[in-house]
């Protein structure tokens, strides 16, 4: 039985697509065989940031309405083994996801997979709520901002209530907090959130910080998850979130302002 | 819907009502009203009752009780099957436009959930339409609880977005009550955790009843129907653990 992740904050542009597929690239990396599925129908942009929209012939909505199978909707990620995408129709609407397809096509992938990561549009409306319907374990993603905290929050009252897990009685959703494009200077400054406030709020275990970076933008941009960009902050955070969602202990990096130490300060004499 | 009747005149309230009919007929059909003797001062008999009764049916209405009856009145009436409520001049008191506001709130409460006792995800559109009419926020007002109910405890966070309304007794919260969340009672409220949304105790006009929490930095406080903004509160309460209860009219914050 394949375990259900949904990537959830409520506001948009905070980083759920980048978030999505960073995660279930990290986790194919570990060798779990993972299939990311965007929900955001009409305004598909996970085939982008994975780098495969050249490929995409079917889509989710096509297995949905059996216009396809999963075979051929299902596209193999060409760098990562183990890792495979659904992507987003971008012609149709968010009302064409009926809660009974989504659960035949999540019932199938479940046969296969270890993980099955669903990316959440923005908004709490049909689209967010399909990813999030039959989620086992959901990561939200927040800014150190006062909106996108609140719309967390709002998010989290709905995986607590309107869920299979919560309508069934089941155990709740597992809720893991992603705070990103969290820059620590700014935080010193007073100017953004920190860690300490937004878990205060939402009061739900941190997975991970990821700080503010260019390389996000770059790698979007280029087709590459970030979590395959190794030698940067984001990429490494990333990394250390996953590890985290598989139950490993790992400490928080990017956490405090990187303090200019006497051989930083010879290093740049010397440069 | 109510009728308030200000004198004992038939015909001239026949008129007035006539008035009203021409305005929206189709809105008054079959509309359950209650009569209100408030302010009346004009002594009535059983004769004169009866005589509205029939006027008020006759005018496709239908009358399903009064408020605030002649005491001597009031046998006869519930005799013929017709619900006798007390005066409503206790639970009127406090601001207008907050009561007004939150007993809104109550009527959607009790329609949106009230069965389950757990915390109920908020139906804002589609009870926000509904539950506008005079009638149900009266009743909502005026229904008496006849025995407590147990308290309600919530041990998860309330969200922003949800509602928790203990209705007939008493709420606990064990954990924080994000801002843009709604606590409500009809007795008293206690949050251990911080209170950042809005809370209203004494939700059906209990003066009696109290908020206490342990970090107070609430949206908005009410004690049956008497409030307090964020912008309004002590800034030395900001943060503290405190008691909020109703004198004279006033919202009173204390320390704990």
């Given amino acids: 039985m394949a375990k259900v992740i949904v990537t959830t904050s409520g506001k948009g542009g905070v980083g759920k697509t980048t978030t999505s597929a960073a995660v279930a690239t990290g986790l194919a990396l570990r060798g779990y065989k993972t299939v990311v599925i965007d929900f955001d129908v009409g305004l598909r942009n996970l085939d982008l940031i994975m780098g495969c929209e050249r490929r995409v012939v079917y889509d989710f909505v096509n297995v949905i309405r059996k216009e396809s199978n999963l075979k051929q909707s299902l596209i193999k990620d060409k760098r990562v083994s183990d890792l495979y995408i659904l992507p987003a129709s971008q012609t149709r609407d968010k009302d064409t996801l009926d809660i009974d397809g989504v659960g035949r096509v999540i019932e199938e992938l479940s046969e296969d997979f270890d993980y099955i990561v669903c990316d959440s549009p923005a908004g709490i409306e049909r689209g967010a709520f399909m990813a999030m319907y039959f989620a086992d374990e959901a990561i939200v993603v927040t800014n150190p901002e006062v909106s996108s905290v609140r719309d967390s929050d709002r998010i989290l009252g709905l995986l607590a209530s309107k869920t299979k897990r919560a309508e069934n009685g089941q155990d709740p959703v597992k809720e893991h907090l992603l705070l990103t494009r969290y820059d620590p200077l700014r935080v010193e400054k007073g100017e953004m959130l920190s860690v300490e406030d937004v878990t205060e709020i939402l009061a739900i275990p941190l997975l991970g910080v990821i700080p503010e970076s260019k390389d996000v933008l770059q790698a979007s941009n280029a087709g590459c998850p970030i979590i395959l960009e190794n030698e940067t902050d984001a990429g490494q955070a990333y990394d250390d979130a996953v590890g985290r969602l598989l139950g490993e202990d790992i400490n928080h990096r990017f956490i405090e302002v990187e303090k200019k130490g006497f051989f930083n300060k010879l290093r740049l004499f010397r440069s | ?256």
């Fill in chain 2, 1 to 256: 819907m109510v009728v308030e009747v200000f004198h004992a005149d038939l015909v001239a309230l026949e008129q007035e009502l006539q008035e009203k009919l021409t305005v929206a007929p189709a809105f008054f059909r079959n509309a359950p009203v209650l009569m209100d003797f408030e302010h009346l001062e004009d002594a009535i008999d059983l004769k004169w009752f009866n005589d509205a009764y029939d006027m008020l049916y006759m005018h496709s209405f239908i009358p399903v009780g009064v408020v605030a009856p002649p005491d001597y009145l009031k046998q006869a009436i519930a005799k013929q099957q017709i619900a006798v409520w007390p005066s409503a001049e206790t639970a009127r008191k406090g601001n207008q436009s907050v009561s007004s506001r939150h007993e809104d709130s109550v009527a959607e409460q009790q329609e949106a959930d009230t069965e389950e006792r757990t915390v109920p995800e908020d139906q804002q559109d589609e009870s926000g339409a509904t539950a506008t009419s005079a009638g149900q926020t009266v009743c909502g007002e005026l229904v008496d609880e006849p025995q407590a109910q147990p308290t309600m405890l919530v041990l998860q966070p309330v969200r922003s977005g949800q509602k928790v309304y203990a209705k007939g007794g008493d709420l606990i919260i064990m954990a924080a009550v994000s801002t843009g969340a709604e606590v409500m009672a009809d007795g008293h409220i206690h949050v251990y955790g911080t209170l950042r949304g809005r809370a209203f105790a004494g939700a059906q006009g209990d003066e009696s009843a109290r908020i206490f929490c342990k970090d107070l930095q609430a949206d908005l406080i009410s004690v049956a129907g008497t409030y307090l903004i964020n912008d309004d509160l002590p800034q030395k309460f900001r943060g503290a653990s405190v008691q909020v209860y109703l004198r004279e009219e006033q919202l009173i914050i204390n320390p704990l």
